[in-house]
């Protein structure tokens, strides 16, 4: 079964909006990351951020981990069109073995 | 340079025939996979592979077998192909132990 699972499932703004997508997941975990892919493509990473840490910002990316929670979030301010893509969190579920959600499809209207 | 590449990009065949799926890494990376993505976009994680030797076998059929010739190969074989296993298949790399993942572009396989 999947460990992660991203909320929503799709989500569609107005170019220059921000976009908020939600990660849970089941156990505890050393590491958490977020990943892009577009349409036809390979998954690209995006950020990592450790069980120890709350917060961490790329760019125009902001993550968030509560393991008190199991959650994570990213933010992704001031979309552009090239922000359209699929973005999933993945959690290291044991040694050499990353466990993927099914994705937030992202739609970023002109 | 392509980090990590995979081919054939796409892939087209008749059940019950057998079939290869090539990749390629130039990062220098220890550890190589193998993961499945399927048409609800759930990637899976099939294999993964370190320094030549197989780590995880995520209870795959063993009509799928995975052969790594050297650090910088994996490839992909698949026997009597069904329906479903239509799909796309990523190779991907990664340097240290769940760290940073890179992924191939990606091979579409669909079994008619």
């Known amino acids: 079964s999947q460990q992660g699972e991203e909320d929503p499932q799709a989500l569609s703004i107005q170019e220059g909006e921000n976009a908020t997508m939600n990660c849970s997941y089941k156990?505890?975990?050393?590491?958490l990351q977020w990943y892009r892919q577009n349409s036809g493509r390979g998954l690209v990473h995006l950020i990592l951020?450790?069980?120890?840490?709350r917060e961490k910002h790329s760019g125009r990316l902001r993550v968030t981990l509560d393991t008190s929670k199991k959650s994570s979030s990213l933010l992704i301010t001031a979309s552009r069109a090239a922000d359209t893509a699929s973005y999933f969190c993945?959690?290291?579920?044991?040694?050499?073995?990353?466990?993927f959600g099914a994705g937030t499809t992202v739609t970023v209207r002109a | 340079d392509t980090a990590v590449s995979q081919t054939p990009k796409y892939l087209v065949t008749q059940m019950g025939n057998d079939k290869s799926i090539k990749c390629e890494q130039n990062?220098?990376?220890?550890?190589m996979y193998w993961y499945k993505q399927d048409s609800k976009k759930f990637l899976k994680i099939m294999f993964s592979?370190?320094?030549?030797?197989?780590?995880i076998n995520e209870t795959v059929p063993n009509r799928f077998s995975p052969k790594s010739p050297d650090k910088a190969h994996l490839n992909l074989h698949i026997n009597s192909l069904e329906l479903g296993d239509s799909a796309v298949y990523f190779c991907?790399?990664?340097?240290?132990?769940?760290?940073?993942?890179?992924f191939g572009p990606g091979t579409r396989l669909t079994v008619l």
């Open positions: 993945a959690t290291d579920i044991s040694d050499y073995k990353l466990s």
């Open positions: 156990t505890s975990i050393n590491n």
């Open positions: 951020i450790r069980s120890n840490e």
């Open positions: 990062l220098g990376h220890d550890t």
């Open positions: 592979y370190n320094n030549k030797e197989l780590i």
């Open positions: 991907a790399t990664g340097g240290r132990m769940n760290n940073e993942q890179f």
